[in-house]
T-cell receptor, first 113, second 114 residues
Framework: AQKITQTQPGMFVQEKEAVTLDCTYD???????LFWYKQPSSGEMIFLIY??????QNATEGRYSLNFQKARKSANLVISASQLGDSAMYFC??????????FGTGTRLQVFP | DAGVIQSPRHEVTEMGQEVTLRCKPI?????LFWYRQTMMRGLELLIY????????DSGMPEDRFSAKMPNASFSTLKIQPSEPRDSAVYFC????????????FGEGSWLTVV
């Protein structure tokens, strides 16, 4: 069965530092997509970054990058140069042949000055 | 471009009343999802439509919940009768139906049942 695991309920990082949010997944399907979403306190779900299972290179989007280790089934999100506005919940999610998007439990990131 | 549009944004209702949540997906998207988010259970997928047909409703909590998609541009999630434990944020999301396509979320409907 598909499963997404985020083991860090909360993380703290100082402004301008980099932070890594962990995510591991489980699926038997060779074709899948991995996504990260940000949910600020206002509640909306904001798409950040996507990594396909067949992609050879790690995805990057501005200050966000995805550290994809296929053999370990991990898809960690790296945020470089953290900003106060990065404080939010971050969800890792996976979409496979079922087309459904399954979410992890999330990590609450707090950026302090 | 318009994103996924949900209504109402906020609803407070009394236990036993019928609640109808509405969703307009992004034009051209053929997959539509309803999610529920609570502190206790996180983000749960309730039902998934593809080309207006319900494909997987295994996440629908019980018979009090029903969802329809009469056409490609409109879906409803209905709760009848509502109970306090239904209080949650309900998200509608849409996408094209391939693993590489991003699923975009509406702003959510915040439901409180008193």
């Amino acid at each position: 069965a598909q499963k997404i695991t985020q083991t860090q309920p909360g993380m703290f990082v100082q402004e301008k530092e980099a932070v890594t949010l962990d995510c591991t997944y489980d699926t038997s399907d060779p074709s899948y997509g991995l996504f990260w979403y940000k949910q600020p306190s206002s509640g909306e779900m904001i798409f950040l970054i996507y990594q396909g299972s067949y992609d050879q290179q790690n995805a990057t989007e501005g200050r966000y990058s995805l550290n994809f280790q296929k053999a370990r089934k991990s898809a960690n999100l790296v945020i470089s140069a953290s900003q106060l506005g990065d404080s939010a919940m971050y969800f890792c999610a996976m979409r496979d042949y079922t087309d459904k998007l399954i979410f992890g439990t999330g990590t609450r990131l707090q950026v302090f000055p | 471009d318009a994103g996924v549009i949900q209504s109402p944004r906020h609803e407070v209702t009394e236990m036993g009343q019928e609640v109808t949540l509405r969703c307009k997906p992004i034009s051209g998207h053929n997959s539509l999802f309803w999610y529920r988010q609570t502190m206790m259970r996180g983000l749960e997928l309730l039902i998934y439509f593809n080309n207006n047909v319900p494909i997987d409703d295994s996440g629908m909590p019980e018979d009090r919940f029903s969802a329809k998609m009469p056409n490609a541009s409109f879906s409803t999630l209905k709760i009848q009768p509502s109970e306090p434990r239904d209080s949650a944020v309900y998200f509608c999301a849409s996408s094209l139906d391939r693993v590489e396509h991003t699923i975009y979320f509406g702003e959510g409907s915040w439901l409180t049942v008193v």
